[in-house]
């Protein structure tokens, strides 16, 4: 208290100072005297300007990298003082952002077009008479930044007030509150006051689907989703109709939004104009838990983020992954989540004589269990496992099943007769990113859009970019980029192998072809033909080589890759139409009227889907947001999932359920700790067990394969996904899906 | 030679463990260009799975019935030693 | 107490200026987004008649062969000619098919500028200058005297379908305010005449109205017998002789 007042004594204007205390002397002004007034030699001595003061070292935003493709085409700019090295063709705001300063910005985003629509990354520029939109102005060598003068703060100001100013009072029930852009930019970067006293303009919502709920008045036109709708979604569907404050951005006719990309319109919007409709009114962002784990539904391993309040998964969010889907997801991934609440199973079953299920204690049904399997002979029990099935778990299948003598333990989607030898013969060699080198691309028997959208998505990239010729063989469909459609079914093939067809010349001249080959292929009787075929292509146009190898499979389901890196691989194919026991873990799309009738069938899994109407006993397992697993993508890429929300009812982890059963049955499998079975998996497919790494495949299916004698068939290529919402348990189980593919899919 | 036909009688599953450039596991790599096509010709439906991953040991193993795994380290073999491992490992 | 005042005051000047006759003073004569109709509907089947279809050629011809999407604007004013004024959804969706782009495309076009208009108007378009050189010279008193004429509100179609009234920007045609003008959208687009009526007076367009209605051409121009074209009534008073040349410059003195 005694210092403030001081400090308050200390800050009382010199003026009432004076009249305070009354200078003696009867002198009315102090004259004073500086060195510099007294000799010039004084003056020049204090003539010297202090040195630089020290500024201290800054990183790019967001701990990026800075890569500067030609080293000696990198030019120097200033941001606020700062000297920085930038490669030539940056724009100012991304020479900012090398220098560590976040500019705000609206209609900037750095994966679509610059629109330089909402003023509100102005920066100041030496020698400029007006401020610039650092998003779309090119950054030139020895240009001086300047980010935080008053000019600068005030075109800020002044362009979050006219933002604000037909923006509606809706912070209380938008869904987009406490992560909304304009909220943040305007504590950040606004004035703490607005002038506007009129009567603010409406706008009328839009109806773009179940998935996008649009509120059209907090709109702030910032034309985000019409750039992603038209450059990434591929999607003509979005405008901006009508011009000055009656802009409104819609589809003009009453058109859903029918692209399996059209959830990321909702993350893209800086307001809460285009938000999730499932998630509508759900919760905030601040209850929410994140947790960084890897989709499932389909085999490219999206990397999303898992909110979720308690128990209750409450959205799914995409991570940035620059290699497998940059920062978007499929519709299917982001909005399966509500089948996890739906059919779980969350306690052991045996069917009763009955017919009837009956709750029983897992003591009891895993003793059921493990006195059936003694009674039947090795070569009578069969085991499939799912298309969601982590790496551990089917491991540990693998060995139980093993140890009871039997050597029939499969997975679902990779047909009957696997070959799993050579890694390159099953996983997208490319990778998903090399794609983007790629300038030729032949699909065979894939229809990427609903097979893996992510791996669509960068296709579309890279024939944008660099207008790759793609040609394609299957049944018609419609994909948004331009493609030939070469034929339909494996004379197509043929034609192309024996170098009669017109596109062999195409893929001739590409100096990086890329074959890309369905997992739907796998089913086909004659797949051994069919792929030699291809591989006969491949070495025809010279698709591999030790710098590219062109060759790829796109795999349909999450739990093909490590299957078959695991050797999930029967050894007789028809083993299940002879069967007495079955294993069932998770496969609810396998073929139930092959089980002959008198087999014990016993289903560990999530959700009551199919194959749970035929088993005889029921062992709940835990779904992917629940459990550590190891999941391999179709690109060869290990990644994790991370547990969520705590499993529902009595339902265990799958590796801990078939352990548990082992040493029921008496071949007690030699590992009990997630760090055992991961040893075990180490000496059986190292890869698996480096997680985050891709390994890059050694031989070639095209060199190494033997020759096979088998004919090919005429039959055309199908679909392998007949409906892109519905493909799994969860995907089955969903409200949203289902409301999806009753509204969204084309007829 | 007639055993490399053989090897489905008692062998259910083969598998080559080798890293991509290590000079360890040159001798597992050669081993495997040179005759994976053969074997695999003469035993079609015995599951040859070759496995690489940076920073492994080179290593050959095998599985018999009932789970049954045997494996050795290929480090500094020559072919006709890892022949000779095989042969070994088919007998049993 | 003057802040008081003030306010008063200004909500009273703010009262005065509600009262004006027109309710909307939108320019464009429909909505941002499209309602399905019975005659406005993506599913009626509407080409270019085989005569446009060479003005189209020809009008393709002007701009670049991978840039067809320019022709957008004169191929909609064509569209527009021929449906008798007005775009139905089915002729833009004609139009993104010849220039080879996505629909949407053709919509913004259509929705930015207000001449495109896409819900019906009468087959004689009546529009009234409002900027502010025709505002001062009584254009609001011409609108109304229309609109109580016609008994339409603004941007509505009388009942034989003859007529609307719209309002329109600045035509340039100051010295004779205020005018109107007609866009003629009874014969097709090989009858389309786009015709300023100036120097107009509140009766004067009402007799305007009942020529066309009647079905008569009238000259276009200024309405005023006393006036030639914008020159003053009872003829020039400056400009009487040749305009005087610039003074001789010696050019080499530089």
Same mark, same amino acid.
């Given at each position: 208290?005694?210092?403030?007042?001081?400090?308050?004594?200390?800050?009382? &204007?010199?003026?009432?100072?004076?009249?305070?205390?009354? +200078?003696?002397?009867?002198?009315?002004?102090?004259?004073?005297?500086?060195?510099?007034? =007294?000799? +010039?030699?004084?003056?020049?001595?204090?003539?010297?300007?202090? &040195?630089? +003061?020290?500024? /201290?070292?800054?990183?790019?935003?967001? %701990?990026?990298?800075?890569?500067?493709?030609? /080293?000696?085409?990198?030019?120097?700019?200033?941001?606020? %003082?700062? +000297?920085?090295?930038?490669?030539? %063709?940056?724009?100012?705001? =991304?020479?900012?952002?090398?220098? %560590?300063?976040?500019? &705000?910005?609206?209609?900037?985003?750095?994966?679509?077009?610059?629109?330089?629509?909402?003023?509100?990354?102005?920066?100041?520029?030496?020698?400029?008479?007006?401020?610039?939109?650092?998003?779309?102005?090119?950054?030139?060598?020895?240009?001086?930044?300047?980010?935080?003068? /008053?000019?600068?703060?005030?075109?800020?100001?002044?362009?979050?007030?006219f933002l604000l100013m037909n923006h509606p009072l809706d912070c209380p029930i938008c869904d987009q509150g406490g992560e909304c852009d304009l909220q943040d930019q305007s504590m950040a970067f606004g004035s703490d006051r607005g002038r506007f006293t009129e009567v603010k303009r409406s706008v009328v919502d839009k109806n773009l689907g179940p998935l996008v709920k649009t509120v059209m008045t907090r709109c702030i036109q910032c034309t985000r989703c019409v750039r992603f709708a038209t450059e990434i979604a591929g999607v003509q569907d979005l405008g901006v109709l009508g011009r000055g404050s009656g802009e409104e951005i819609g589809t003009y006719v009453e058109k859903l939004m029918t692209s399996e990309l059209s959830g990321n319109v909702i993350d893209i919007c800086p307001v809460g104009a285009l938000t999730s409709k499932p998630f509508a009114f759900k919760a905030r962002n601040w209850e929410l838990k994140g947790t960084e784990t890897i989709d499932v539904t389909d085999a490219v391993g999206s990397n999303i983020r898992i909110d979720s309040r308690g128990p209750e998964v409450l959205r799914i969010l995409p991570r940035l992954n620059e290699d497998i889907n940059e920062e978007w997801i499929s519709d299917k991934t982001r909005f399966c989540y509500d089948g996890l609440k739906r059919q779980r199973l969350n306690d052991p079953m045996i069917r009763g004589a009955d017919g009837r299920f009956q709750a029983v204690s897992w003591h009891d049904a895993l003793a059921m269990v493990g006195e059936v399997i003694h009674k039947v002979g090795p070569e009578e029990i069969v085991g499939v496992a799912g298309k969601l099935s982590d790496a551990e778990s089917m491991m540990a299948l693998k060995d139980f099943l093993n140890r009871m003598g039997s050597n029939n333990v499969m997975c679902e989607g990779n047909g009957k007769h696997p070959n799993a030898d050579l890694r390159s013969g099953y996983i997208m060699n490319t990778g998903i990113a090399g794609l983007e080198k790629a300038d030729v691309f032949l699909l065979v028997g894939t229809q990427p859009r609903v097979e893996a959208a992510m791996v669509n998505a960068r296709i579309r990239k890279t024939v944008r970019a660099t207008h790759a010729k793609v040609g394609y063989i299957g049944p018609p469909t419609d994909s948004n980029y331009d493609h030939e459609h070469l034929g339909t079914g494996p004379q197509t093939l043929t034609e192309l192998a024996e170098g009669r067809h017109p596109f062999c010349s195409t893929l001739k001249n590409a100096k990086n072809p890329a074959i890309i080959v369905g997992a739907g292929l796998f089913e086909r009787e004659d797949s051994d033909a069919i792929f030699s075929a291809i591989e006969t292509i491949a070495k025809n146009g010279n698709v591999v080589r030790p710098d590219w190898n062109g060759y790829n499979v796109l795999l349909l389901h999450a739990a093909q890759a490590a299957a078959l890196d695991l050797g999930l691989v029967p050894q007789s194919p028809d083993s299940i139409k002879s069967a007495k026991f079955v294993y069932l873990m998770g496969a609810d799309d396998i073929n139930l009227k092959d089980i002959p009738d008198d087999a014990f069938v016993v289903y560990q899994g999530h959700h009551g889907d199919q194959s749970v109407y035929r088993a005889n006993v029921i062992l709940p397992a835990s779904a992917f947001s629940e459990k550590e697993g190891t999941y391999e993508n179709t690109e060869g890429c290990i990644q994790q999932t991370l547990p969520a929300v705590p499993t529902v009812g009595d339902a265990r982890d799958d590796w801990k359920i078939v352990r548990a059963l082992s040493e029921v049955a008496g071949v007690q499998l030699p590992y009990d700790s997630v760090g055992g079975i991961r040893s075990r998996i180490w000496t059986v497919a190292p890869n698996l067990v480096s997680v985050d790494e891709r390994e890059p495949t050694t031989f070639s299916t095209t060199t190494m394969r033997p020759n096979t004698n088998q004919k090919i068939s005429p039959n055309d290529f199908g679909m392998a996904v007949e409906n892109f919402y519905m493909t799994d348990a969860i995907t089955r189980a969903s409200k949203i899906m289902a409301q999806c593919s009753a509204m969204l899919l084309k007829k | 030679m007639a055993w490399r036909g053989q090897l489905t009688k008692n062998l259910r599953e083969l598998r080559f463990l080798f890293c991509q450039s290590s000079p360890a596991s040159s001798s597992a790599r050669s081993f495997v260009e040179n005759n994976y096509k053969e074997l695999k010709t003469l035993n079609p439906k015995l599951p040859i799975l070759i496995r690489e991953c940076r920073g492994t040991e080179p290593q050959l193993w095998v599985r018999y019935d009932f789970g049954v795994e045997k494996g050795i380290r290929l480090e500094g073999l020559s072919e006709e030693q890892i022949f000779k491992a095989l042969k070994e490992f088919a007998k049993l | 107490m003057l802040a008081r005042l003030a306010a008063k005051r200004l909500h009273e000047i703010r009262h005065v200026f509600r009262q004006s006759p027109q309710v909307s003073r939108s320019l464009s004569t429909a909505l941002n987004y499209h309602i399905d109709s019975p005659d406005n509907n993506p599913d009626l089947p509407w080409e270019f008649s085989d005569a446009n279809k060479s003005k189209v050629k020809e009008i393709m011809s002007h701009y670049p062969s991978n840039y067809k999407q320019s022709a957008v604007i004169p191929l909609l004013d064509l569209a527009q000619q021929q449906h008798g004024g007005w775009l139905p959804v089915s002729a833009m969706n004609a139009v993104a098919k010849v220039i080879e782009v996505a629909p949407i495309r053709v919509f913004e076009v259509a929705t930015f500028y207000s001449m495109f208009n896409r819900?019906?108007? *009468?087959?004689?378009?009546?529009?009234?200058? *409002?900027?502010?050189?025709?505002?001062?010279? *009584?254009?609001?008193?011409?609108?109304?005297?229309?609109?109580?004429?016609? *008994?339409?509100?603004?941007?509505?179609?009388?009942k034989d379908g003859l007529f609307s009234v719209g309002e329109m920007e600045c035509m340039g045609c100051c010295v004779n305010a205020p005018m109107i003008t007609v866009a003629d959208y009874s014969n097709g687009s090989e009858g389309y005449t786009y015709n300023y009526y100036e120097d107009v007076t509140p009766e004067r367009v009402v007799e305007i109205v009942e020529l066309l209605r009647r079905g008569e051409k009238l000259p276009p121009g200024t309405q005023n017998p006393k006036r030639t074209k914008c020159g003053p009534e009872g003829g020039n008073t400056t400009l009487l002789s040749e305009p005087k040349p610039p003074l001789c410059r010696d050019l080499d003195a530089c």
């Open positions: 208290m005694g210092l403030g007042l001081l400090a308050s004594r200390a800050l009382r &204007p010199a003026a009432s100072r004076l009249l305070r205390y009354p +200078p003696r002397h009867g002198l009315a002004r102090a004259i004073g005297s500086t060195p510099e007034r =007294q000799s +010039p030699e004084a003056s020049a001595a204090q003539a010297q300007p202090d &040195p630089a +003061p020290e500024l /201290p070292p800054r990183k790019p935003v967001a %701990g990026a990298r800075v890569h500067l493709p030609n /080293p000696e085409d990198a030019i120097e700019v200033f941001v606020d %003082g700062y +000297p920085v090295k930038i490669p030539k %063709g940056m724009t100012v705001l =991304q020479a900012c952002e090398v220098a %560590g300063v976040d500019i &705000p910005r609206f209609c900037y985003h750095n994966r679509l077009s610059i629109a330089g629509n909402c003023r509100m990354c102005l920066v100041e520029v030496e020698k400029s008479p007006k401020p610039v939109a650092s998003c779309a102005m090119p950054a030139l060598p020895g240009m001086k930044i300047k980010t935080d003068t /008053p000019i600068a703060k005030k075109a800020r100001e002044g362009v979050m007030e | - | 819900t019906k108007v *009468g087959k004689y378009h009546l529009l009234v200058c *409002g900027t502010t050189p025709c505002m001062i010279r *009584g254009s609001r008193e011409i609108e109304s005297a229309l609109l109580k004429h016609l *008994g339409v509100k603004r941007n509505e179609v009388t």
